[in-house]
């Protein structure tokens, strides 16, 4: 195994981890700007506020982009367990 091949496991782990999380973080960010916007608007200031939304959002965001998010995942996996003998031999 070459410090190459390493890096090359490693840059895919990290891509991965990227675009698997990327929707649900995007989602707790754009749902916590529009709740900051509509507590600015209304000066409710109540921290608890934007839990539940960006709870509700998320699970939703969890439901529509999980088979997605699970099928890259399990990709990868097997791509890496595939290349097992190549990298030991």
């Given at each position: 195994?070459t ?16 675009m698997?999380?990327?929707?649900l ?8 700007l ?12 109540e ?8 709870l ?7 439901i529509?982009?999980?088979p ?14 595939e ?5 030991v031999?």
């Amino acid at each position: 195994m070459t410090p190459e091949s390493v890096m090359t496991i490693g840059r895919q782990a990290l891509e991965l981890t990227l675009m698997v999380s990327a929707p649900l973080l995007l989602t707790a960010l754009i749902v916590g700007l529009v709740v900051s916007i509509f507590q600015a608007a209304t000066q409710i200031n109540e921290m608890t506020l934007s839990f539940i939304p960006k709870l509700i959002a998320m699970f939703l965001v969890m439901i529509i982009a999980g088979p997605w998010m699970i099928g890259m995942m399990t990709d990868y996996m097997k791509r890496l367990f595939e290349s097992i003998p190549w990298l030991v031999g």
